[in-house]
């Protein structure tokens, strides 16, 4: 959380202008305001108030939102009635879609079909490619580098290419060379000091390393055997799919059910199946007993402050029966039909799942904070 609370905030201040500007500039003709500046900021201030009543309406209703659409929806809608459809710049003024509220619309239809088909080709490389292979860890441990790799260079690109408040001085031909470049360079770095760490801890189950030990880089080969662990030593691997449910649990639930309404026992073949339980783990914990002005209750009062909204289990509350998403119902049937891979496998991606996760709250940033920066910038004259 805190390391996407920085990524979000560098987004917006370091490439978050452009978003800002389109949104500020180039979806009403603000040069139709010289006159009367009161009029776009009065328009402005009203496109986002509507938008924010709508958005905290939806989410509260449970409907799917954007805030770009809700926004561009305010502005559109500001600028039809303050000076007409034709104040709108629907295209640029050379009646080219590079600009415009065309060119918005046609990113919207064209970017979530991109990021469909290049998830489905990055997930197929990783399924085939590792996860279904006889040795998935070491397999995996060979694309580490090649995903960060990819990783870098997207930051790369959204700095250099779609830039923001600063001055990029790179010719058309040099932008891609940085772009790949940083990417290299990056998954070079990931492959000399990441990988050996990775591969001590998760494939020779080295107990001791930390850390802070990745700066040995390849040293780290040259470890000797591992002692056998202490007592009690889980190691890092979770297992991912603890308390999720199986066919058989599902049809177990279903068949509970049905007996219930129609007062009919089960077999014994279907008593010999476990039921399905939860891991759930709790930041507050349970109330304890005692009278309100207690140490003890009073330090649970203050966690039940702190962490109450944060300490929640989604998944569980999605699928307990309270739950009135017709989506969330089919939830542990989506969990049951899923694949299953080796936990070790999974937990190497698990870093990655970091740094794409920071990489999505930079982008969010540059994309999604920024645009409610919508003030106008005219030139007055006194």
């Known amino acids: 959380m805190m390391l996407a609370a920085v990524m979000e905030f560098s987004g917006a201040v370091g490439v978050g202008a452009r978003v800002a500007d389109t949104i500020r ?29 709508y ?38 003024s050379e009646n080219t879609i590079n600009s415009g509220v065309i060119q918005v619309f046609l990113a919207w239809i064209i970017a979530p079909a ?4 290049l998830a489905a080709a990055i997930f197929l490389v990783t399924k085939y ?32 290419w779609k830039g923001g408040s600063y001055e990029v001085n790179l010719t058309d ?21 990441f990988v050996p760490w990775l591969y001590r801890v998760v494939i020779k189950e080295d107990w001791q390393l930390r850390w802070y030990h990745m700066y040995q880089g390849p040293l780290l080969l040259r470890r000797g055997p591992v002692p056998p662990p202490p007592g009690g030593y889980t190691g890092p ?51 304890p007993e005692g009278v309100w002005y207690s140490g003890q209750l009073m330090f649970w009062y203050l966690k039940w402050a702190i962490f109450h909204g944060v300490d929640q289990d989604v998944v ?43 990489t999505s709250s930079f982008t969010h940033g540059a994309n999604d904070v920024s645009k409610f920066v919508i003030h106008p910038s005219l030139p007055v004259s006194v």
């Open 316 to 358: 569980g509350h999605q699928s307990s029966s309270g739950a009135s998403d017709a989506l969330a119902k089919n939830l542990d049937d989506m969990h049951a039909r899923a694949a299953r891979y080796d936990n070790k496998a999974e937990y190497l991606y698990s870093f990655l799942q970091i740094m794409i996760a920071a």
């Open 114 to 117: 991109l990021a469909g088909i």
């Open 237 to 287: 691997v979770q297992d991912y799919y603890a308390g999720r449910a199986t066919k058989e649990a599902i049809a177990v639930q279903r068949l509970d059910l049905e007996s219930r309404d129609s007062n009919m026992e089960r077999s014994d073949k279907v008593d010999s199946i476990p039921p399905i339980s939860r891991q759930e783990g709790s930041l507050v914990g349970p109330r």
């Open 55 to 92: 958005l905290t309406f939806a989410t509260k209703v449970g409907l799917p939102v954007s805030t770009t659409h809700s926004l561009m929806g305010g502005v559109i809608g500001f600028g039809i009635a303050a000076v007409g459809v034709d104040g709108v710049q629907w295209v640029s």
């Open 173 to 193: 031909s040099q932008i891609p060379m940085v772009i790949i470049s940083v990417g290299i360079g990056f998954g070079m770095l990931v492959a000399t000091f």
């Open 25 to 53: 500039t180039k979806i009403v003709d603000t040069e139709q305001f010289a006159d009367s500046p009161a009029v776009l900021m009065l328009g402005m201030v009203c496109a986002v108030i509507a938008s924010s009543v």
């Open 129 to 160: 490619a590792v996860l279904l292979r006889s040795n998935p860890v070491l397999n995996g441990l060979f694309l580490v580098p090649v995903y960060s790799a990819v990783t870098a260079s997207l930051i790369a690109m959204l700095l250099v």
